[in-house]
């Protein structure tokens, strides 16, 4: 089922569009609209197969520093 996933046409949109980007390989800058459609398919999927997805997310968030 993963792989049928990753095959997707929406899952290969979004993957082009990653890896011409300046996320990956590229040189082209992406805009609000795919970072977030990118973040909410990779959030999905993962969340179908990882079950603390979210405490991962945290865990894996840069701290905040705070100045004075």
Excluded: C, W
Aim: no cysteine.
């Amino acid at each position: 089922k993963l792989g049928e996933l990753l095959e997707s046409e929406r899952m290969r949109d979004i993957l082009s569009k990653r890896n011409i980007s300046i996320l990956a390989h590229g040189l082209t800058p992406v805009d609000e609209k795919t970072y977030l459609d990118m973040k909410g398919e990779i959030y999905r999927v993962m969340s179908m197969y990882i079950s603390n997805t979210d405490s991962l997310i945290e865990d894996s968030t840069f701290p905040k520093l705070q100045h004075k």
